[in-house]
């Protein structure tokens, strides 16, 4: 099963909007990261945050993480048509061999209209 | 820096049929992964190599899927027998540090695989 739950499923905004994205897990975490997917392409990491911080800003994105409630907001500032993807959290667990293995959530498609 | 290369980009394959996809990571990372990522979902780890050695392939349908990774660079993935759920977007990605951590996972372009 899928560690991470975004909300909402899809959104819809104009441009020059901000959009807020949310994603809850279900267990402890070493560090969330945040992903963006264009169609019909891969994924490239937009930022992480570590379980000790409560939020981390790059450009226009703002990120916040609540350990206590097991959540993270992504918000993205000013939107652009070109922020026009599929956005998805995932989480780093603790691991007990070498591994970095990330758990990804189900994304939220975020269109922004011109 | 070059990124992480896949080939092919689409396959469309019959139920029954072969499949084998191709990963050239980025030079010099030391782990690898294979994601399956089924339309309308996240990606779903199946295999993480570091270097050359399995970490974790507890995701992995071992009965048609297989993978190695030959001298700790490029890796194949194979199906055989492909079955129609296995339509999705096969994902590699790699990352520079062999150690759990921090460090960003790069991914490629992904292959789009159809089984009919």
């Known amino acids: 099963s899928q560690q991470g739950e975004e909300d909402p499923q899809a959104l819809s905004i104009q441009e020059g909007e901000n959009a807020t994205m949310n994603c809850s897990y279900k267990t402890s975490i070493n560090n969330l990261q945040w992903y963006r997917q264009n169609s019909g392409r891969g994924l490239v990491h937009l930022i992480l945050?570590?379980?000790?911080?409560r939020e981390k800003h790059s450009g226009r994105l703002r990120v916040t993480l609540d350990t206590s409630k097991k959540s993270s907001s992504l918000l993205i500032t000013a939107s652009r048509a070109a922020d026009t993807a599929s956005y998805f959290c995932a989480t780093l667990g603790f691991s007990n061999n070498a591994g970095n293995m990330l758990t990804f959530g189900g994304g939220t498609r975020l269109m922004v209209k011109p | 820096e070059a990124g992480v290369a896949q080939s092919p980009r689409y396959k469309i394959i019959e139920k029954r049929q072969s499949v084998a996809f191709w990963c050239n990571p980025i030079?010099?990372?030391?782990?690898l992964y294979w994601y399956q990522q089924i339309l309308g979902q996240g990606p779903k780890l199946l295999i993480q190599f570091q270097n050359n050695g399995v970490v974790d392939d507890s995701q992995l349908p071992k009965d048609r899927f297989s993978a190695e990774r030959l001298k700790g660079v490029d890796s194949t993935l194979k199906i055989q027998p492909a079955k129609l759920e296995d339509s999705a977007v096969y994902l590699c990605?790699?990352?520079?540090?062999?150690?759990?951590?921090?460090?960003?996972?790069?991914f490629g372009p992904g292959t789009r695989l159809t089984v009919l």
């Open positions: 945050i570590r379980s000790n911080e």
């Open positions: 030079s010099g990372h030391a782990t």
């Open positions: 990605a790699s990352s520079p540090r062999a150690k759990g951590g921090e460090d960003t996972q790069y």
